[in-house]
Structures are given as structure tokens and as C-alpha cells.
């Protein structure tokens, strides 16, 4: 099993970078392909980041990609969200998610889930 543990959230300004960080435990963490997720009220979750498990190779739907930047320390279980050029529509809470497939974009192909941050972002 993993354990995640999300943190980094907060209220910020349209523009501002913000950087979220996913603790988990275990010692197996390297196994698994990493993601994280954002889901607006009313909304459904949504991929927003995502990692391989050996390599670390990334992948990002249009929506984030050049704005966002998810790294991994295996070294550390640890994996991070790097937000820059936020705007108000990136207003969420953000979850971390482990899977243990090969590059895995939807919520049902992860099987570990934080319980989320929230992060607001103001006009």
C-alpha cells in the first residue's frame, strides 16, 4: 500500500507560482507512475500532471503544459507540482495519485489517492 500526503496549497494572485509537494510512504514508491489531479466544485477530477516510474518522463494535457512541471525524488518518496503563470481557472483542490500502470491519464487508472490541497487563485 501507499500513503500520500499533499501540502504547498494556498490562496495566490492571477500570475503567481505555486509549488505543491506529495509525501508517500512505503519503499516501493519508485514502482509506481505518479499524477496529480485537480477537480473544481461542480466538477468532475481531472489530470493535470503526470510521471513515469523509472525514467521520469513527463506528460501534461494542453490545458497546463508549459505552466506546469511535475518532478520525482525517489530517493525521498516525494513528488512535486510546479505551477507558474497561475490563473483563476486553476482554482482546485489538487490531489497526488500513484499507479502502478505505464503512464496512466485517467482517475480510474490509479490506485492510491492524497486527500487533496486546495489552492485558490484570485484575479
Known amino acids: 500500500q501507499v500513503q500520500l500526503v499533499e501540502s504547498g496549497g494556498g490562496l495566490v494572485q492571477a500570475g503567481d507560482s505555486l509549488r505543491l509537494s506529495c509525501a508517500a510512504s512505503g519503499r516501493t514508491f519508485s514502482r509506481y507512475a505518479m499524477g496529480w489531479f485537480r477537480q473544481a466544485p461542480g466538477k468532475e477530477r481531472v489530470f493535470v500532471a503526470g510521471?513515469?516510474?523509472?525514467?521520469?518522463?513527463?506528460y501534461y494535457p494542453d490545458s497546463v503544459k508549459g505552466r506546469f512541471t511535475i518532478s520525482r525524488d525517489n530517493a525521498k518518496n516525494t513528488v512535486s507540482l510546479q505551477m507558474n503563470s497561475l490563473k483563476p481557472e486553476d482554482t482546485a483542490v489538487y490531489y497526488c495519485a500513484a499507479s502502478s500502470r505505464d503512464y496512466p491519464s485517467h482517475s480510474y487508472e490509479y490506485d492510491y489517492w492524497g486527500q487533496g490541497t486546495q489552492v485558490t487563485v484570485s484575479s
Open positions: 510521471i513515469s516510474r523509472s525514467r521520469g518522463n513527463t
